[in-house]
C-alpha cells in the first residue's frame, strides 16, 4: 500500500457496507442483553462471566465498526487509484509464465463469485503492489515460484 489515503474498489465498499450492517445488528442485539441484565437476575459467577464476555464482544464489534467506518471514509477521500503504479483499485493486465494473460483488479475483498478479483494481501496482489506497466514480479503459488509481467494498467 502506498501509506496515504488508498483508493476503495466499488466491491470492497459494497462488501464493507454489507459486512457493517451485520455488525451494527449483532452490536445491538448484544447491547440489548446488556442493558437489560440479559434477563438474568443477581446471580452466580457464571453470570457474571457471561456478562464480560458480551462487554468483550460488545468491545470487538465497536473495534471492527470503527475499523470499517475509517476505510470507508478514506476511501472516500483517496480518489481513483492510479494508472501509473499498481495499487489498491488498479485494474491490471498481466501476462502470466505459462503465455495466457488477464486482467485483474486489486481490491481488499475478494468476492466469492469475482474470477477477476485480486486481493492486496495475496501473493500475486503483494506482488503487484507498486509495479508498472512492464514490470516483471515473482510471487508463489502452491505449485512453486512463478512470474508475471505487468502489460497495462487501466
Sequence with gaps: ???GPEPLSAVA???FERELVDLRTERETVAVTLRDGGGDQAGDRADQADEL???TDLQRLDARI???EARLREGSVAGPPSTDVVGVGSSVTV???DATE???QIGEVAEVL???MVTADSPLGRALLGHRAGDTVTYDTPAGRTTAVVLSLG
Design 114 to 116: 469475482d474470477a477477476t
Design 66 to 68: 470503527a475499523e470499517i
Design 1 to 3: 500500500m502506498t501509506g
Design 95 to 97: 501476462r502470466f509464465a
Design 53 to 55: 464476555q458480551r462487554v
Design 13 to 15: 465498499r459494497d462488501a
Design 102 to 104: 488477464t486482467t485483474v
